[in-house]
């Protein structure tokens, strides 16, 4: 293996670029004549738009057009959809609100778009935004899902009869509460997983331009599956036809899930563009992304969690309200349901499991997938259902998981999953033996002297990544299938390109997808060019998310990489006069087994394109394409340790240890894989201590600013100690699984069991912040 191939600890190249401030993002882009838009948005979570006056904003200085949705509408561009069908237990399907890009009859949560403006710079831009005058008949408005479910709640959809989206379940019912009508003991617990923003470094931004004299359009956006924008934008919304819209997704600073939809902004600058005859640009400022990014979590959940006379789970029954928001974004209905219902076995063999899951609407933001998408979720629920199951119990933590784990696999969940490959008790005992979880005792009794309470928690996490077969997950409702693309270019002096409908949005593919090519023909990885993010230059693929990049994304450039490899072992024996069984690769060099007889990889590449010397009936070039499409799902587990000291007198809680041991597969970068895993850690963390989007009452969110929305900082995060086991997964070419969401799905009910381990409580609220836990320690003591 060289140096820089799969398994080494090779620094990011595309690193090199961003630290000097070369990168290059949709906020950089000017092409010739650009304008700029602003948007007027609703002040109100609910009302009726009675009138809409634009003629002081039009007369503004430097407007260049100001466009509503009853002048969208006339256009026919079409409404925003949610692009994975799921259907009600009664069979009927999902009820999907009507959402305009632009809205023309009534809005529906604060930050609805109503009119753009385009002026010639962003502040004349916002000048007459302000002058716009909406006239508004605000109506009742609900932000609690399950309130919204009430009788008495105002109707968010005419679509959506008492705000109700789907009724559906996963799961045998009736053995399940056979199973816990007849258990020894039964765990019951209310969890609710908080709402969060995502938060990515860059805000969201669209260009678009129109090229009146082609008929094509173009647009530079934030998106992490830049394919998929160009297809639903043709295909549902009308933009423009498919081959006449080009879709550019450059340097995006962070996406987290966030970035995987199509928003409003990416088609209302396409169609401002047409209107206004100028290329129209938008960038969103940080209270907008707070009101408008689709946000995560929010669920509010019932489990029992049924156990024999030995401790075994026999029975696990979870009832689920999910809020999805104003309106159903592109991906929404799936993660409530199939990204989390399916997980719900955990990394346990639970014989009979059941799930509800009611997907409501209120007049708040759409929610959809963030880090983790539904496993976070069903991780959070199961962790903290084991915890205080094991204190009910009376026995430990550790072991009651542990007698509880699956053994054998491949195996076959009730909830759909069959899980191909794991070794959990080899986590799990990496994870306590890093934390000296034995030596805990002695630190609590430390602690006690000190004045600080003391807690540990663990969580043993499972999630499906590698987002899975096309035709398995469109029998589930999906509306596209999820395999990936890849081409592999070896150009005439052996450099090579890796053209991939992978996305790279922080997660280092320039790296490692060159070190994939660097293991394989011995090429420097400074000779490897990875391509991404034009649907111009890149063959249609699906995108990054779901930690789908290595398993699927990956697989897709090994596979086209063999096919390279076996044309150039063709050329290399013609020209060697050599068998071509006899040809192996190495440092660089094509070379004859047992002999001194080789051809540089470069002269090789020559040969293939100079076409003078080639074996009969070969076409000239090297020039190979593969779709992958996958087999099943990965399946990346670990246990996380959390240890924690609160001072009772302030309810400030230090995490004073976290460790984390993960089962990822196959590593192609060790480097890259703690770098994820140390950033997904820390949005866990953030979510258990310090973040929550909160709405008041009439549906403004207080939580706007980081004024008011907190971030983690350095110092709310100790030094984690990471390590991985391997379980190779058997199901893609590489053995990988992912790792982009672990941290970010096992580490919120490790903190949260840690606290309330310390506090001697059986729940608390997350965000667990300061208040919150000062009040709890208060509630014990009475």
Sequence with gaps: ??????????????????????????????????????FVRSPYAHAQIKKIDVKKAQAMPGVIGVLTG???????????????????????????????????????????????????????????????????EELKAVVDAPKALERSAPQIHPEADGNLIFDWELGDSTATNAAIKAAAHVTRMKIVNNRLVPNAMEPRAALGSYDKAEDHYTCWTTSQNPHLARLVMSAF??????????????????????????????????????????PVKWVADRTESFLTDAHGRDHVSTVEMAFDKDNRITGLKVDTIANLGAYMSLFSSCVPTYLYATLLSGQYDI????????????????????????????????????????????????????????TSFPHQTPVIMNYDAGDYAASLDAAMAAADYAGFPQRKADAAKRGKLRGIGLSNYIEACGLAPSAAVGSLGAGVGLWESAEVRVNAAGTIEVLTGSHSHGQGHETT???????????????????????????????????????????????????????AKKIAAHLLEADEGDIVIEDGALKVTGTDKSVPWFQMALAAYTAHNL????????????????????????????????????????IVQFVAADDFGNIINPMIVEGQVHGGIAQGIGQALLEGANYDASGQLLTASYMDYTMPRADDLPSFKVSTSNTPCPGNPLGIKGCGEAGAIGSPPAVINAITDAIGITDIAMPASPSTVWAAIRATKH
């Design 237 to 278: 919304y009308n933009v423009a036809p498919e081959n006449k819209l080009r879709v550019i997704a450059p340097d995006v600073g962070g996406g987290f899930g966030s970035k995987i939809y199509i928003y409003p902004e990416e088609i209302i600058c396409l169609w401002a563009s047409k209107k206004t005859g100028v």
């Design 1 to 38: 293996m060289g140096i820089e191939g799969v398994g080494a600890r090779v620094a990011r190249k595309e690193d090199r670029r961003f630290i000097t401030g070369a990168g290059r993002y949709v906020d950089d882009m000017v092409v010739p004549g650009m304008k700029h838009a602003a």
């Design 351 to 406: 014989p009979a499991i059941h799930a509800n899951v009611r997907a409501v609407y209120t007049n708040t933001a759409p929610v959809d997938a963030y880090r983790g998408a539904g496993r976070p979720e069903a991780t959070y629920l199961l962790e903290r259902t084991m915890e205080t199951a094991a204190r009910e119990l009376g026995v430990s933590p550790a072991e009651l998981r542990r007698n509880n784990f699956i």
């Design 70 to 136: 009853k002048e969208l509408k006339a256009d026919g561009i079409g409404n925003l959809i949610c692009g994975w069908m799921i259907h009600s237990k009664d069979g009927s399907p999902m009820k999907m609100g009507a959402w305009s890009p632009l809205a023309f009859d009534r809005v529906r949560y604060v930050g609805d778009a109503v009119v753009v403006v385009v002026a010639e710079t962003k502040g004349q831009a916002r000048d007459a935004a302000e002058a716009v005058d909406v006239t508004y």
């Design 513 to 567: 997808f060159a070190q994939l090519v660097n293991q394989r023909f011995g090429v420097p990885i400074d000779s490897v060019s990875i391509v991404h993010g034009d649907t111009d230059k890149v063959q249609m693929g699906m995108g990054t998310y779901g930690s789908r990049s290595g398993a699927v994304g990956m697989s897709a450039v090994a596979k086209a990489l063999d096919k390279v490899e076996a044309k």
């Design 615 to 654: 074996p009969g009936g070969m076409e000239p070039g090297l020039k190979e394409t593969s779709f992958y499409d996958p087999s099943n799902f990965t399946f990346p587990a670990g246990c996380y340790v959390c240890e924690v000291e609160i001072d009772p007198e302030t309810g400030v809680t230090e």
